[in-house]
């Protein structure tokens, strides 16, 4: 019989959801300390934003030191300088205000403050002894769901792999979701980071692991993705924005209490290796999987469809096509066949499959997108 519940939940200490709550930023972090450092993205600059915090912060006597990162996924030596840079300032907290990428610098550079080891020693399973900085997200990309989660997943470039630093100290003390951050997105960052949700809500839903409590989250997460993506992305209105912004958050906290699937096992050394962005390769994965998992999920495969108003792959297939969404790898030579195929079997996320993943099976995801 399925469980009902998770062994042991794990939940962001604090949720702030309402239009604005941006605004209360210092007010928020305040508790936490006077120093810290704020990590963010490139638009963050550009939207005039670190300026206005600056402004803020110092209002409450805060003494924030901005860390802006660059583009792409982050790296082991991120985390170093990141915590480099906080030991300096003697920082207090880690603020990361973006997309899925910086909410994971910030994470793992908080959790990994005391550490007396290197960041790449956590990576490989060393146990962590040092308590962290507490660490305060803020999403501005309805994706990744990392604002929810304890664990951050980082790039390892020596050995060109891509890997989850994890521990429930890396919780978020405090989240800020605040719809007005997700106005303006661009089209690309919307709907990759709404497909990566979706897809990670439905491999929470299918996942070996699920539970009652896992399986609801996700399904809310699947009907607020499924209704709110494309008119987000065509009008980009208050209530969709929303209901995006609550699905990816519900999507973060589905698979962290169930994990993953065969998309995100797969997803993580083909975007190493290509260069591909992750919400890009998980969209392209995601009929691939739906096909494969099919004779396992019967029944939970009408429950998807329901949930959708229409059969599940089909709805699927029709919103990818409608965001022109097509694989980058079609024509492409495949690289490092054995090491893509190995690295997706060893990988957590697909220990989690409720079909168990077979080499040839890697090989069929393979087939389908290149
Ligand atoms: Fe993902």
């Not at 070996?208 to 699947?222: G, H, Q, V």
């Not at 096909?291 to 329901?306: A, C, D, G, H, W």
Request: glycine fraction near 8%; charge should be neutral.
């Amino acid at each position: 019989m399925q469980s009902l519940f998770p062994k042991e939940t794990h939940f962001p200490s604090q949720v702030l959801c309402q239009k604005g709550c941006l605004a209360d930023l210092a007010k928020e972090t305040a508790p936490f300390g006077a120093r810290g450092i704020v990590v963010h993205g490139a638009s963050l600059e550009k939207k005039g934003l670190t300026e206005t915090f600056a402004e803020s912060f110092q209002k409450l006597k805060l003494v924030p030191e901005f860390f802006c990162r660059a583009r792409g996924e982050p790296t082991l030596e991120e985390i170093r300088q990141v915590i480099q840079k906080g030991r300096a300032h003697r920082a207090d907290w880690v603020l990361g205000i973006g997309g899925g990428s910086v909410l994971d610098l910030a994470k793992a550079a908080a959790g990994l403050f005391h550490a007396k080891q290197p960041p790449v020693y956590y990576q490989e399973g060393g146990a962590l002894l040092e308590k962290g900085l507490p660490f305060i997200a803020v999403p501005t990309t309805a994706g990744s769901g990392s604002e929810a989660t304890p664990n951050a997943v980082i790039i390892n470039p020596e050995k060109k792999v891509k890997l989850s630093i994890r521990h429930p100290d890396f919780l978020a003390q405090k989240v800020l979701l605040d719809v007005e951050l997700l106005q303006g997105l661009p089209f690309s960052v919307m709907c990759q980071s709404g497909m990566d949700a979706w897809v990670q809500a439905y491999e929470s839903f299918i996942s070996k692991y699920a539970t009652w409590f896992s399986e609801s989250y996700a399904l809310k997460a699947i009907q607020l993705i499924n209704r709110h993506l494309l008119p987000a992305l065509t009008n980009g209105r208050e209530e969709d924005l929303n209901g995006l912004l609550l699905g990816s958050f519900f999507s973060g906290i589905a698979f962290s209490h169930s994990r993953l699937g065969v998309i995100h096992g797969i997803a993580h050394p083909l975007g190493v290796l290509y260069g591909v962005p992750h919400g890009l390769v998980c969209s392209v994965c995601f009929a691939p999987s739906v096909k494969l998992n099919l004779p396992v999920i019967r029944q939970k495969y009408e429950i998807m469809s329901q949930t959708v108003g229409a059969d599940f792959l089909t709805r699927i297939t029709g919103v990818l096509a409608e965001l022109k969404i097509s694989s980058p790898f079609k024509g492409k030579a495949i690289l490092e066949q054995e090491k893509i195929i190995r690295e997706t079997l060893q990988s957590g996320s697909t220990t989690a499959n409720p079909k168990p993943v077979t080499p040839e099976d890697v090989q069929f995801l393979l087939d389908e997108i290149f």
